[in-house]
């Protein structure tokens, strides 16, 4: 039964390239002489490292453990020692380092003890978490985990599961030749997803132009999975987009800002679903991925490299010729150019492209945009991107949102054919960096004024309890200086019982005086005795001029008693009293 398909607007028809690597099987690489494992690999948190400077690992251990739902965990790809956990350059456009794990391997590439599982034994969400530590991600390019995007919606039920084998990108062929070698092992990936999903029916999508694969994954399916369904799609690029293949195999479109599983649609590329079924039925982290080394080189191939290697290592096995001039890690419509070949192989290389004036001539110079809306005519999300490039230019950020800036998948259609040979897809990313930094620093500066706001809080709470204590310490003191004398209880002291006891008090007191004073008259006499006076001990020469002394006081207190008699009164021998004559005549 043919499939009904469905177009998606816009797009574009390049030139494929991808017949020069697809002549060859899958080769292996060797390992090369350090191995640069970057921690950070896919979106989400960056793991944390488990391993320092010094300790042995072995294949497949875990030297970084995912730091939040949305990471996924990082393994050693051989077994070696680790001589350092240090920055190093990325792959990434801007060449920035990032925090790797530098190991040695020793050559003998000795696993750790794998365990496979029964995924149909377990819990989804336990399975979800083992494809986590597994770091198990999107590797169609995004990176995305994939366990995070196995949570189906609790409303809607899964009616499609969309495996993407388009690779709409020219030049690559990793899909293409997996799917051609690992069919099988693709297939029983599939069963594990559909189980965790509950998904009602399976499509497998191919760009028509891989024949090959597509027959290959059509006997697969045929023996392992009869009602999954290969469906050829036409060759147009961004074919491969998650959101452009689920219209073409459902018909559904997947609105801006919601999510393709609140429609029942969920789509992973079958590298993913590779992986997953190697993680969980043979124990076997992702350790490596195929990358097809193309462009200008000798021998353009597909090779399975270890994570880690250096991408100079890498290139060297395709032998680029004397005129490349440039490396692009990725397609040439969505990738970019390696500002360093020591940048290691990560989870999202999926192609190396070796570029030269010939194959990439220079860019013609940048013209003023003409306003003829070409770009917008291939746009497949039926973006504005000639207004979003002038809003981007002058960095009115706020509109760019407007017009759902973030909804561009940075396809490079709009670049591809627009006539000024405007770099749209570069002002774009500025764009969404600007925004996302703006965006960092906003949540940076809330969180600060949280902290502020907590902390005035605390102290106005601490000032007020402190407060409060202090008044109620006042309020006790005041009421215990205003409380009366406490009453004598009536009943143990009645008052005949009261006026004794004052009485025995006063008793006790007057006693407790009298003593008192006999012992200061005590001290008194003996400090009296204890120092002679200085009449004693007299000679009686002394005695006798004291004598005389006394004689002539007595003798003159005498003479004065009798002067003193003479002129105020005078006293009969019988003692009464009698008058002077002088006062009777008066009278």
């Not at 072995?58 to 050693?76: E, M």
């Not at 009536?490 to 006063?506: K, L, N």
Request: glycine letters at 6%; hydrophobic letters at 40%.
């Amino acid at each position: 039964m043919l499939a009904q398909l469905f177009r998606f607007k816009g797009g574009v028809k390049p030139q494929t390239n991808k017949a020069i690597s697809v002549h060859e099987p899958i080769g292996q690489a060797p390992l090369p002489a350090r191995l640069f494992v970057p921690l950070h690999q896919s979106i989400g948190g960056a793991p944390s490292p488990l391993v320092q400077a010094g300790d042995t690992v072995l294949k497949g251990q875990l030297i970084g453990g995912a730091d939040a739902w949305v990471s996924a965990a990082v393994h050693a790809p051989t077994s070696g020692r680790v001589l350092a956990v240090e920055p190093h350059v990325a792959a990434h456009p801007s060449g920035l380092p990032t925090l790797c794990v530098v190991i040695e391997p020793d050559g003998r590439d000795e696993w750790i003890e794998r365990r496979p599982v029964d995924h149909r034994s377990l819990a989804p969400e336990r399975v979800r978490e083992l494809l986590r530590d597994a770091g198990v991600v999107g590797l169609g390019g995004a990176a995305f985990p994939s366990h995070a995007k196995l949570t189906p919606a609790r409303a809607v039920a899964m009616e499609h599961l969309v495996i993407n084998g388009a690779e709409c990108e020219p030049f690559m062929t990793c899909d293409d030749m997996l799917m051609r070698e690992r069919a099988d092992e693709i297939v029983r990936g599939i069963a594990i997803f559909r189980e965790l999903l509950s998904a009602r029916e399976v499509l497998i999508g191919i760009e028509d132009n891989k024949p090959a694969a597509i027959a290959a994954m059509q006997e697969a399916v045929l023996r392992l999975a009869p009602d999954y369904r290969v469906v050829a799609v036409p060759t147009r690029y961004p074919a491969g987009g998650a959101k452009q293949l689920i219209r073409v195999l459902t018909g559904k479109e997947v609105p801006a800002s919601r999510r393709s599983t609140e429609l029942g649609v969920q789509c992973f590329n079958v590298a993913t679903v590779y992986t997953a079924y190697r993680a969980l039925t043979h124990g076997e982290p992702v350790l490596s991925r195929i990358v097809t080394l193309t462009g200008n080189v000798e021998q353009p191939r597909n090779w399975e490299v270890s994570l880690g290697t250096p991408m100079r290592e890498v290139v060297a096995l395709a032998r680029p010729r004397a005129d490349s001039s440039s490396f692009l890690m990725g397609g040439p419509m969505m990738g970019f150019e390696i500002p360093d070949l020591d940048a290691p192989v990560v989870k999202a290389t999926n192609c190396i492209i070796a570029g030269s004036p010939g194959l990439f001539p220079p860019p013609p110079p940048e013209m003023p945009c003409i306003r003829c809306g070409a770009c917008a005519e291939v746009c497949p999300h039926e973006l504005q991107p000639f207004e979003l490039y002038w809003f981007s230019r002058a960095r009115n950020f706020g509109k760019t949102q407007e017009y759902y800036i973030f909804d561009c998948i940075e396809c490079g259609c709009c670049s591809y054919v627009c006539p000024s040979h405007i770099p749209l897809v570069q002002y774009f990313r500025f764009a969404k960096s600007e925004i996302w930094a703006r965006e960092r620093e906003k949540q940076a500066a809330d969180a600060a004024k949280e902290r502020f706001e907590l902390r005035n809080a605390r102290a106005e709470r601490e000032q007020a309890e402190k407060a409060e204590r202090l008044a109620r310490a006042a309020s006790a003191r005041t009421s215990e200086k205003k409380a009366p004398p406490e009453p004598a209880p009536a009943a143990d002291h009645p008052p005949a019982a009261a006026g004794e006891a004052a009485t025995t008090a006063s008793e006790a007191e007057a006693a407790k005086k009298a003593a008192i004073a006999a012992a200061i008259e005590r001290a008194r006499l003996q400090r009296e005795s204890a120092q002679p006076r200085n009449t004693d001990r007299l000679s009686a020469g002394q005695q006798r001029e004291i004598a005389a002394v006394e004689a002539r006081r007595a003798a003159r207190s005498t003479a004065d008693t009798t002067a003193t008699t003479g002129t105020a009164a005078t006293t009969d021998p019988g003692g009464a009293a009698v008058a002077p004559a002088g006062s009777q005549r008066d009278e």
